[in-house]
């Protein structure tokens, strides 16, 4: 099994550009996750799916916009990039509805960088 | 909302001793108490988890402490290796339809 998948790993894109982050996981689980990770500023939640129809906002939102595609995929857009977006974004999934009840299980990671 | 301190930001250790990593949270409500290792390159990956009910729990070479009257916990790496070299994160929720809050992350060093 390969647990959680992240495309791509590595983008560099410029201010006003939009791009999707694609993640996939082949354990089954119910909710999936997109969090980013930057210096100092340990791991945020952007958007989170208890389940597949339901999409829900997280810590830090704003700019970006998701899609829970089927119960495997989950993917994380940038309408229009801007340089506070840079950052690693991870995706992850659970077997529970929310954060904070049951184990993550985290993708590799998408190294963005916005010019 | 939950906020949740980390300390220290970094810590170097030798081979063979023993690493403290500490967490303060602010939401008295809050129940749950995982701990993640992220390894250079990778996502992290929980290592052991606490729940309130609890005040410590053991799991061969590491450990996690908790204190609820003063709101902190602490994971707790004895005979440290190599491998133990990573960045560390603390997190705290309420669960149910709360959020998972990280601290800000622990780059920990084994110095062989």
């Known amino acids: 099994n390969a647990g959680v998948t992240q495309t791509p790993k590595f983008q560099v894109l410029k201010t006003g550009q939009s791009m999707t982050l694609q993640c996939a996981q082949d354990?089954?689980?119910?909710?999936m996750y997109w969090y980013r990770q930057d210096p100092g500023m340990g791991l945020r939640l952007i958007y989170y799916?208890?389940?597949?129809?339901?999409?829900d906002k997280g810590e830090v939102p704003n700019g970006y916009n998701v899609s829970r595609l089927n119960k495997r995929e989950f993917s994380l857009r940038l309408e229009s990039a801007a340089p506070s977006q840079t950052s690693v974004y991870f995706c992850a999934s659970s077997e529970r509805g929310t954060p904070g009840t049951g184990e993550l299980f985290f993708g590799e990671g998408s190294r963005l960088t916005v010019l | 909302g939950e906020n949740v301190e980390q300390h220290p930001s970094t810590l170097s250790v030798q081979e063979g001793d023993s690493a403290v990593i500490k967490c303060t949270y602010s939401d008295s409500a809050s129940n749950y108490f995982p701990w993640y290792k992220q390894e250079l390159g990778k996502g992290p990956q929980l290592i052991i988890d606490i729940r309130s009910n609890v005040g410590e729990k053991k799991d061969q070479r590491i450990a996690v402490t908790l204190n609820k009257t003063a709101k902190h916990f602490s994971l707790h790496i004895t005979e440290t290796q190599p491998e133990d070299s990573a960045v560390y994160f603390c997190a705290a929720s309420k669960g149910g339809a709360q959020k998972l809050v990280f601290g800000q992350g622990t780059r920990l060093t084994i110095n062989p």
């Open positions: 799916s208890a389940s597949e129809g339901t999409t």
């Open positions: 354990m089954n689980h119910n909710s």
